[in-house]
């Protein structure tokens, strides 16, 4: 049995224009000790996807389908009960620490509340525990600046307060939105590390999201390419790099800087723009954008078609994109 299962999850919104499906069809499993990356732009159902399995969605958003952890199911389960899941055996490194954080509450005594809560430790013992969290996540003089307030901390101290923060249990399953997020690239780095060596210390199962394709290729096993709310090309990390084959997958790819290249030299970009939830197509939602759509595409939504092994994009133009994908 998997840790984390996820069987076609759709979350529907309420927006001015009316109900959108913000996510759809969404499946994937995650193994204790594996990490799994989420990659694509803002708005395609990243972090919807991810307050999903924290049980943190808006009280409007209509959720189907089943989010199974240890065979038990969250979805529909009682407020009382999920909480004693959040934060214990499900935790969440979100993508702002400045609004993850409370600034009226010392930032110690937000590190020893989930131990105290779900632990049932004494305050003295909590903490003693909350120190050695701190300083294990390179929080200099953790005793001392235990009382003190975010606002006296920088960006990247933050997030190393909310990482501590959500590592207090060892939950089974980390949830990273966007961890480096407005943090320069040493400070994304020592960060990312820092995740990294947790979750293998502790044997975590590591859900990471992020727009940048880099980070996916140098922190996560496998990965899920998302756009207009559903999966368009997944499998082994290694795997996708090799052989892109969905156009947005590529797409992302050649919109990335390249080292070496020409000063002045213009990034490559997709055509056009993300449309809208409420104006998404029928079929394929990157269907507007795509240079390989026709008509149909549009229309029907495409199945999941078998490139190698586990690697999986969805699209009904590979044979015009690469004669290597078969069908599944």
Do not use: W
Not at 73 to 93: F, K, S, T, Y
Not at 105 to 113: C, L, N, W
């Amino acid at each position: 049995m998997a840790l984390l299962e996820v069987l076609d999850l759709n979350i529907q919104l309420h927006m001015h224009r009316g109900p959108v499906r913000a996510v759809r069809n969404l499946s994937f499993a995650l193994e204790r000790g594996q990490t799994v990356g989420l990659v694509g732009e803002s708005g395609c159902g990243k972090s919807l996807t991810a307050l999903a399995l924290m049980g943190l969605l808006p009280e409007q958003a209509g959720v189907t389908g089943s989010i199974r952890l240890n065979g038990q199911e969250l979805l529909g389960m009682p407020e009382a009960q999920m909480c004693g899941i959040r934060g214990d055996r499900i935790a969440m490194v979100f993508q702002e620490p400045m609004t993850a954080l409370n600034p009226v509450h010392s930032i110690g005594d937000q590190v020893a509340e989930p131990l105290h809560l779900h632990r049932g430790l004494s305050l003295s013992a909590s903490r003693a525990q909350a120190i050695r969290l701190l300083e294990r996540v390179g929080i200099a003089d953790a005793a001392r600046r235990f009382d003190a307030y975010p606002h006296q901390f920088s960006g990247g101290q933050r997030q190393r307060i909310t990482i501590a923060m959500a590592l207090a249990c060892e939950p089974d399953l980390l949830i990273a939105d966007e961890p480096t997020t407005a943090l320069d690239v040493t400070l994304q780095k020592q960060i990312l590390n820092l995740i990294r060596d947790l979750v293998q210390e502790r044997g975590m199962a590591l859900l990471l999201i992020s727009h940048d394709l880099g980070v996916v290729a140098q922190n996560v096993a496998h990965m899920l390419v998302m756009y207009g709310g559903c999966v368009v090309e997944g499998g082994p990390t290694r795997d996708v790099f090799a052989h892109m084959a969905h156009p947005y997958t590529r797409g992302l790819l050649a919109a990335r800087p390249r080292l070496g290249a020409t000063p002045g030299t213009r990034l490559a970009t997709i055509p056009g723009a993300v449309p809208e939830l409420a104006d998404l197509p029928a079929g394929c939602p990157f269907a507007g954008r795509c240079a390989f759509a026709i008509d149909a595409c549009a229309q029907n939504f495409p199945s999941a078609v078998t490139i190698n092994g586990e690697h999986r994009a969805r699209c009904s133009r590979l044979d015009a994109i690469d004669s290597r994908a078969v069908s599944a």
